[in-house]
């Protein structure tokens, strides 16, 4: 069973920040979070990963809390090609735990 | 380029047919996964390679095979104990090295029931 809860859906206006929640209430200490995304009939696309610390990188932002229970990806700048299922999963540092993907959320861009 | 080629891109099958999807990766990792989707549905594991001639399997493994007799292939053979095998199939691949793991996924392979 996925350990992430994320909202089915959400829109976003092109140009416009988007802001993706995911809680992880039951995360453990070794466990990083993961951000994938799947653009419709395509394989998912890996996005960033983080431990406790926020991230950045040429894709998007991750800020965790610092209690680690929730975390929100952003797109900073949303382009009508950042529509897609977006997924968040957590799992514990190497061992032979596989990810483990949830339904995600649609993230609809409109023009 | 390195990537994840799957094959084919649609492939139907029969009543009572075997059929086997392609999956090919030169980007020297040595895990591989296939995954399977349903509409509107997350990701189901249905096996898995750490190591060439060694493959766990996943949540889903009734109904399918896999052999790894190379590292840079994993093919997935749908046999006809799955009844209902109509799904889109991804295969994906890792490194295993460091305290994290990426997937690199391929561009799936839409399987249809005649």
């Known amino acids: ?30 466990e990083y979070v993961y951000w994938y995304r799947q653009i419709h009939s395509q394989g998912p696309q890996y996005i960033i990963h983080g431990l406790k610390n926020n991230e950045t990188n040429e894709m998007a932002s991750l800020i965790i809390t610092e209690d680690r229970k929730s ?41 | 380029d390195g990537g994840i080629t799957q094959s084919p891109k649609y492939l139907f099958r029969k009543e009572g ?48 095979s896999v052999s790894r007799e190379k590292k840079e292939s994993f093919p997935l053979t749908v046999t006809s ?12 691949s890792s490194t295993l090295q460091g305290a994290w793991e990426k997937l690199f996924f391929g561009s799936g392979t839409q399987l249809s029931v005649l």
């Open chain 2, 81 to 92: 104990a799955q009844k209902n095998p109509t799904a889109f199939y991804l295969c994906a």
């Open chain 1, 71 to 111: 975390s929100t990806l952003i797109l900073p700048h949303a382009t009508l090609r950042d529509t897609a299922v977006y997924y968040c999963i957590v799992r514990s540092t190497g061992g032979s735990e596989k990810l483990v993907f949830g339904k995600g959320t649609k993230l609809t861009v409109n023009p």
């Open chain 1, 1 to 30: 069973d996925a350990k992430t809860t994320q909202p089915p859906s959400m829109d976003c206006a092109e140009g416009r920040a988007a802001n993706l929640p995911c809680n992880h209430s039951t995360i453990s200490g070794n």
């Open chain 2, 17 to 64: 047919q075997n059929v086997t999807l392609s999956c090919e990766q030169n980007l020297n990792h040595d895990a591989m996964y296939w995954y399977r989707q349903d509409p509107g549905q997350g990701l189901r594991l249905i096996y898995y390679s750490q190591i060439v001639n060694d493959f766990q399997k996943g949540d889903i493994a009734e109904g399918y």
